[in-house]
Each structure stands twice: as structure tokens, then as C-alpha cells.
T-cell receptor, first 113, second 114 residues
């Protein structure tokens, strides 16, 4: 079962910042917060991940609340190519030294030209 | 291009049949994952292999089985197919099994059961 809550959909104007929220109130100390996105007709694509501290990479920034019960994916300037379903996922320890991704419904981001 | 290849791209078959989906991971990746994506269930984790051994199982039906071969490619076998098995099947690979490992997804195999 998905352990994250995201809005079903969001809209953004092109070249404006986008803040995609995610709640994960039952997160455990060993869970990593991962974000993936799925463009139409493609497989999911890694965006960013973090544990406790905020993270930046060339695609996005991840802001993690101090209590880790929520996080926000930030796209600094949305482009039409960023239109996708964005999944906030807790990478949880599944035993045997392994971690598992559990996908929820995600947020469908529409970018308006 | 993620570096993960899946064959075939499309597969159309009839109920009761058996099919095999193939996945080649990125060079150097030891871990392979299988996922099913249907309209009503979203992306569901099925099973994970690491260096030839099964490591984690998700919502995989007993009619489905998988294996990872010594050359690290993996196959997902689906038998006694039902209409509800129609879905996109994704394979992903990662270097290891750490919580920080990125999973790289293939383009998927679209299975249609008639």
C-alpha cells in the first residue's frame, strides 16, 4: 500500500516554478524519499531522492520537512517537457538487505504554454 | 535512453496462454525489478532479483514467475493468462540494493490478452 499522499493533479505556467507537495506521515527512520516521474508512453524516470537534508540536482530540488513527514519537489522553471505524472515514493527496507519502491497514484502535472 | 532493454515491445495473446517477457539490465547493474502498470491499479511492484537471487516479492500472482540468469538478464513468465493481466510490464535495474540506488526503467512491454 502506498504510504504517501499527493494531489491528483496540478497546473503550472511555462517557465514558472512548481512546488509539488507530498505527505508521508508514517515515514520510518530508514525510509528514503524518492521522486520519479513518468512522461506519457514512457517508463518512470528518477528525479531526486533524500533522507533528511534538502537536496539539489540538475533536474530539481527536494525540500524535506524537519520532522520528515512531508516533502516538496521543486521544479525551478517548468517547461512543456516537464508535463508528466510525478510520484513521491518511500523507499522502504523490505528485508534480505533490500529496499523496495512502492508507487502511489502520483500527481499529474500539466504545463500551460 | 535508460540503458535497460525490454522485449518484445508489444504482445497480443489469448486467454489461457503463456508468455515470456525479457529484460536486459544496464551494464554493471546487478539488481532487476519487475513492475506491472494497469489503468486501475497503477504501478505495482512484482519481484526483485539481485545477482541471480530473489530478494523481494510484491504483489506477484502465483501464475507469474521470474528468474535472473548468470548473464544478469531476467525473464518474467506469465501463464494461464486472463483478461485482467493486460497491462504494461516494466523492468528496472539498479547497481545494488541500497535505499539510495536509482532504479532505471525500461520502455516496457505492452501485453494485451484477448
Amino acid at each position: 500500500d502506498a504510504k504517501t499522499t499527493q494531489p491528483n493533479s496540478m497546473e503550472s505556467n511555462e517557465e514558472e516554478p512548481v512546488h509539488l507537495p507530498c505527505n508521508h506521515s508514517t515515514i520510518s527512520g530508514t525510509d528514503y524519499i524518492h521522486w520519479y516521474r513518468q512522461l506519457p508512453s514512457q517508463g518512470p524516470e528518477y528525479v531526486i531522492h533524500g533522507l533528511t537534508s534538502n537536496v539539489n540536482n540538475r533536474m530539481a530540488s527536494l525540500a524535506i520537512a524537519e520532522d520528515r513527514k512531508s516533502s516538496t519537489l521543486i521544479l525551478h522553471r517548468a517547461t512543456l517537457r516537464d508535463a508528466a505524472v510525478y510520484y513521491c515514493i518511500l523507499m522502504s527496507y523490505s528485508g534480505a538487505g533490500s529496499y523496495q519502491l512502492t508507487f502511489g497514484k502520483g500527481t499529474k502535472l500539466s504545463v500551460i504554454p | 535512453d535508460s540503458g535497460v532493454t525490454q522485449t518484445p515491445k508489444h504482445l497480443i495473446t489469448a486467454t489461457g496462454q503463456r508468455v515470456t517477457l525479457r529484460c536486459s539490465p544496464r551494464s554493471g547493474d546487478l539488481s532487476v525489478y519487475w513492475y506491472q502498470q494497469s489503468l486501475d491499479q497503477g504501478l505495482q511492484f512484482l519481484i526483485q532479483y539481485y545477482n541471480g537471487e530473489e530478494r523481494a516479492k510484491g504483489n506477484i500472482l502465483e501464475r507469474f514467475s521470474a528468474q535472473q540468469f548468470p548473464d544478469l538478464h531476467s525473464e518474467l513468465n506469465l501463464s494461464s493468462l486472463e483478461l485482467g493481466d493486460s497491462a504494461l510490464y516494466f523492468c528496472a535495474s539498479s547497481v545494488g540494493i541500497s535505499g539510495t540506488d536509482t532504479q532505471y526503467f525500461g520502455p516496457g512491454t505492452r501485453l494485451t490478452v484477448l
